[in-house]
């Protein structure tokens, strides 16, 4: 590393960012390949109305959300940071869950659906040694002790992967939950997990769509590469602000948050190891990243 100097005017990055700054490398660059939660305005939105149904009143037909998008757009990371708002509680006799989020199985089964929620709420139990009719009042009973309030159905597209009568059955689960716990239901994934629910009439008059769409050059774009310069402990100022810049980076991350941030993040590395402690051409260049369909690419040219 050749970035050793002291930094003179770190104006440009954020109050957190500016002390992080100020750190020798390796601690720098533990930071810049951490998660990190960017805010805009779309995610705001989107927290805002599971706020709204978190708080709602039960009643026997509660209101739900679908959250769709295509692949690492972010949908994954609004759901956690909205659950790190509503953490468990622990209480001398059981602890408290309001926000339950569970993944839903790549291979959709109700007994494997119904062990995933088990093992979401921590439950020592084997759920084998249970008939589908007793592991059904199992969940239920747990899941009303531990006092949850919302249920998060992450990777929901996977849905789609069960056989035509295995699909009406975990379909008619969702809807069971819903009306039992009379609580939310929040679904996410890819626009596959839209057409899974449109295909159950109930269902789709029940969950109302939310859509975290590809990224487009626009101001918000620019807004949201601000916040990322601002976050980097970089000592200089990264020029990634302006509609050129936008422009290529979207296409160069073919427009989902989550590729943008692995590259900037990739760039950001090469920037200070290389010790140009900014993100721009050169940088970006130097930066080994490589975008989903020249992966794919890569690695079906690999196994030809």
Not at 177 to 191: F, S
Request: charged share 25%; hydrophobic share 40%.
């Amino acid at each position: 590393m050749v970035s050793g100097q002291e930094p003179e005017d770190l104006a440009h990055l954020h109050p957190a960012a500016q002390q992080i700054a100020r750190l020798p490398d390796e601690e720098r660059l533990r930071h810049v390949r951490a998660d990190r939660w960017i805010g805009y305005t779309r995610a705001t939105e989107v927290l805002g109305q599971l706020e709204t149904l978190f708080t709602w009143p039960a009643r026997q037909r509660m209101p739900n959300l679908l959250l769709t998008g295509p692949t690492n757009n972010g949908k994954s990371m609004i759901i956690e940071k909205f659950r790190r708002a509503h953490p468990p509680l622990s209480h001398p006799d059981r602890e408290e869950i309001p926000v339950l989020v569970v993944q839903m199985p790549s291979e959709p089964s109700v007994t494997r659906f119904y062990t995933a929620l088990l093992a979401a709420t921590g439950a020592p139990m084997r759920a084998r040694q249970y008939r589908l009719a007793e592991l059904e009042q199992l969940v239920l009973r747990l899941l009303r002790a531990a006092g949850v309030r919302m249920l998060v159905i992450d990777e929901l597209h996977n849905v789609l992967g069960g056989h035509g009568d295995r699909r009406r059955e975990f379909l008619n689960l969702v809807r069971f939950l819903g009306n039992e716990l009379q609580i939310p239901l929040v679904g996410a994934g890819t626009r596959e997990a839209y057409l899974a629910i449109r295909s159950d009439d109930q269902l789709e008059n029940r969950f109302a769509p939310l859509i975290l769409p590809r990224w487009e050059t626009s101001a918000e774009a620019c807004s949201l590469l601000a916040s990322f310069a601002a976050s980097f402990p970089l000592h200089r100022p990264s020029p990634i602000t302006t509609t050129e810049m936008a422009s290529y980076l979207l296409t160069r991350s073919e427009g989902t948050i989550g590729e943008l941030a692995r590259l900037l993040t990739e760039a950001a590395v090469a920037a200070i190891e290389s010790g140009e402690e900014a993100i721009n051409q050169r940088t970006l260049l130097l930066a080994p990243y490589t975008g989903p369909t020249e992966r794919r690419r890569l690695f079906e040219r690999e196994l030809a």
